[in-house]
């Protein structure tokens, strides 16, 4: 069964420090990989997907890695801002087209 | 383009009390999803309708839950009776095939959030 971790569970930075957010999966077969933004009270907006065969994905501000081999994926996102904040959750999609989520990270931009 | 509509937005209700909500998909998306998000969890995929059939209903507690999507567009997901660990947010999603996650075309709603008390 894939078990997606995401560490750390929360954290906090000063506005315009770079932000580096973790996602491990514990099976290596998955077609893709997704980073997702949730606000509070609100669904899941799509940031970055990332093909099984490709290292890394870039939109704006935020850059994704996988490196398939080791189960990681790495969600940078440069410069933040206070709007940044957010609760950010990675999700593998596996061989029946499900996504497996992880329980996210929370994160606070202070300004 | 309008998004995934659901509703109510928020339930409040007593254990062993029913409830129903409410999702209207994307005009045209053939494949429907209702996730279960606890607090401090991943969503958690409850049931995956194709149209009007059930694809994937592995991780619905049948016991108590039930969905349907009669005419293959909006899709009801009732609790009953409900319990405490039922108090979660449920999320609606839809997609133009079912491999709509491999291309990241899927879509969310904003979620029913229920508490149980």
């Known amino acids: 069964k894939q078990e997606v971790t995401q560490i750390p569970a929360a954290l906090s930075v000063p506005e315009g420090e770079n932000l580096v957010l973790n996602c491990s999966f514990t099976?290596?077969?998955?077609?893709?990989l997704q980073w997702f933004r949730q606000d509070p009270g609100k669904g899941l907006t799509s940031l970055l997907l990332?093909?099984?065969?490709?290292r890394e994905q870039t939109s704006g501000r935020l850059n994704a890695s996988l490196d398939k081999s080791s189960g990681r994926s790495t969600l940078y996102i440069a410069a933040s801002q206070p709007g940044d904040s957010a609760t950010y959750l990675c999700a593998v999609i596996i061989g029946d087209y499900k996504l497996s989520f992880g329980a996210g990270t929370t994160v606070t931009v202070r300004a | 383009e309008a998004g995934v509509a659901q509703s109510p937005r928020y339930k409040i209700i007593e254990k062993r009390q029913s409830v129903a909500f409410w999702c209207n998909p994307i005009?045209?998306?053939?494949?429907l999803y209702w996730y279960q998000q606890i607090l401090g969890q991943g969503p958690k995929l409850l049931i995956q309708f194709q149209n009007n059939g059930v694809v994937d209903d592995s991780q619905l507690p049948k016991d108590r839950f039930s969905a349907e999507r009669l005419k293959g567009v909006d899709s009801t997901l009732k609790i009953q009776p409900a319990k405490l660990e039922d108090s979660a947010v449920y999320l609606c999603?839809?997609?133009?095939?079912?491999?709509?996650?491999?291309?990241?075309?899927?879509?969310f709603g904003e979620g029913s959030r229920l508490t149980v008390l």
């Open positions: 990332i093909q099984s065969s490709q």
């Open positions: 999603a839809s997609s133009l095939e079912p491999t709509g996650a491999l291309t990241g075309e899927l879509f």
């Open positions: 005009s045209g998306h053939a494949t």
């Open positions: 099976d290596s077969a998955i077609y893709n």
